[in-house]
């Protein structure tokens, strides 16, 4: 039983723990048992609706139905050992298998019958003998076929979940190497930057932004590239990068911060804002001589969460990204972070509202923190006390 055990585990890519594969073949034992007491029951039925007493018959055919289950069991080791054959060949191999547990078992059916207990008075010749042989072909043969199936199925599914860990794998690779184009993207910006102020003298800035950069950088490559954080949280990081861009352009950047109360605890891929807001600051104010406002904000439509951000010229100058065509690095790289994840619910669209105006929105399905999902499932199945 172990061994069979085991070859089911292999087989299937059972769980390596002998429980599993316990489980798994105590399964295929409750099946081959239910399969032939089914069987019992249909012919008891059956004499009592022909006027034959089955008392007499039961020992017998509980004897017979007994070896039926051991010879089912054997015959299912065997065809779980040649699964690897076409169907044609198992076919072949189950009618053969099912021949000879047919005689076997209308042998011994007849012998008992004959020599153990006579008086049944049923007349035991060779047509009778015939009749049971054929009747016990079909009802091996049918289990074959059952089994055959319950196989492929088994092995469907298996396959199923093969392909759905490989897809699983390739998606966390993808989205990994999505998230880990962020940082080189950010640092070049950012150490171009410190450049520039030390080429206009500012070293105390520029120290000061080597050291906000370190922090930014610390925690941002120390977060897991798949998790999730609080909308607030985001906000913070960003509000950290911010931090650095002012070092450079002083009073030339004002943001404002949009944020629904409610929103504020949505959940929201790490880093999703920060491309987004780098490419408002790079090109609002990098090729632009005007002051530049940044908006960040959030809404609700439906079950979606919208994070937009504008970027605003207070010159009224025609903003670079307002002429280029498609998007550029950042914000495609944004786009295929939210499909990847959000594959049903999540876009990206990025265009202008007017020549000074750009605005980038992007969609996402609603999320809340395990926490707060917790809290209103218990708020909404608590009883109403009424005074």
Request: include cysteine.
């Amino acid at each position: 039983m172990m061994a069979l055990g085991t070859l089911y585990r292999k087989t299937f890519d059972l769980d390596h723990s002998d429980t599993s594969a316990a489980a798994f073949l105590n399964r295929v034992v409750k099946l081959v048992v239910g399969f032939w007491t089914a069987e019992f029951f249909m012919t008891t039925t059956l004499w009592l609706l022909v006027g034959v007493n089955p008392a007499e018959y039961v020992p017998v055919k509980l004897a017979a139905s007994l070896a039926s289950v051991l010879l089912t069991l054997v015959m299912s080791h065997i065809l779980a050992m040649i699964r690897a054959l076409n169907i044609a060949a198992q076919v072949f191999v189950s009618a053969v298998l099912s021949v000879l547990a047919s005689l076997i078992v209308t042998a011994i059916d007849y012998r008992l019958y004959t020599y153990i207990n006579p008086s049944i008075g049923i007349e035991y010749d060779l047509q009778n003998f015939c009749y049971m042989l054929f009747f016990g072909i079909s009802l091996f043969f049918g289990w074959s076929c059952f089994f055959i199936a319950y196989l492929y199925n088994l092995d469907a599914r298996a396959q199923e979940r093969r392909l759905a860990i490989t897809r699983e794998e390739a998606l966390t690779a993808k989205m990994q190497a999505l998230y880990y184009q962020i940082n080189p993207h950010f640092l070049f910006n950012t150490l171009n930057s410190i450049v520039g102020l030390i080429e206009e003298g500012a070293s105390s800035q520029a120290s000061r932004v080597v050291m906000s950069l370190s922090s930014f950088l610390r925690k941002t490559l120390e977060m897991d590239p798949l998790r999730d954080l609080a909308l607030s949280e985001e906000l913070a990081l960003q509000s950290e990068y911010l931090a650095i861009e002012k070092e450079r352009f002083s009073d030339r950047i004002s943001v404002t911060l949009d944020i629904p109360q409610e929103l504020r605890t949505a959940l929201v891929p790490s880093l999703i804002l920060q491309p987004l807001v780098e490419n408002a600051v790079k090109h609002g104010l990098g090729c632009s001589s005007g002051d530049l406002k940044i908006t960040i904000s959030a809404s609700q439509a439906e079950d979606r969460l919208q994070l937009s951000v504008d970027n605003v010229s207070d010159a009224g100058e025609v903003l670079p990204m307002v002429k280029r065509s498609g998007l550029g690095v950042g914000l495609a790289n944004v786009e295929e972070r939210v499909k990847a994840r959000f594959p049903e619910g999540g876009s990206l669209v990025a265009g202008p509202v007017s020549p000074a105006h750009f605005r980038v929105t992007v969609t996402m399905p609603l999320r809340a923190p395990v926490a707060d999902r917790l809290a209103d499932a218990a708020i909404d199945t608590a009883p109403v006390v009424t005074a």
